[in-house]
């Protein structure tokens, strides 16, 4: 009989886990907009899709949607040798963070949109 109920909640434990959500590092971010980047919290996973706009300085662009602009990290591996001009959209998945310059998109995926 024990034997019997140790399958059973073993059983229920594995399936209630097997359902679970992964919520870290990759996992699908809010889609939001830049005016809503500017009150969110430091350190989450956002989705924004606009335009990369300028360049900076090293990694750093220019990015833009309907609502306004902001300060973006993209490291040059994600450009994937890919031709990305002020009018092709993109979504870009990243971390908000803050440095002296304010707040800024530290990006991890830049898909193209067109």
């Known amino acids: 009989m024990k034997r ?3 399958i059973l909640g073993l059983g229920s434990l594995v399936a ?18 830049v005016a809503q980047l500017r009150q969110a919290a430091l350190g ?5 899709e606009g335009k990369v706009v300028a360049h900076q300085r090293q990694n750093y662009y220019s990015f833009r949607d309907g609502s306004g602009e902001i ?5 040059p591996a994600l450009w994937q040798n890919r031709k990305v001009g002020p009018d092709t959209k ?5 971390e908000l963070d803050q440095g002296t310059a304010g707040r800024y ?3 991890k995926s ?3 949109l067109n």
Do not use: C
């Open 16 to 33: 209630g886990t097997a359902y679970a959500q992964f919520t870290g590092p990759g996992a699908p971010a809010p889609a939001t907009t």
């Open 4 to 6: 019997k109920q140790f």
């Open 71 to 75: 300060r973006v990290e993209i490291d």
């Open 90 to 94: 993109v979504r870009l998945v990243g």
């Open 110 to 112: 830049l898909e193209l």
């Open 44 to 48: 989450r996973y956002f989705t924004v």
């Open 105 to 107: 998109l530290w990006v």
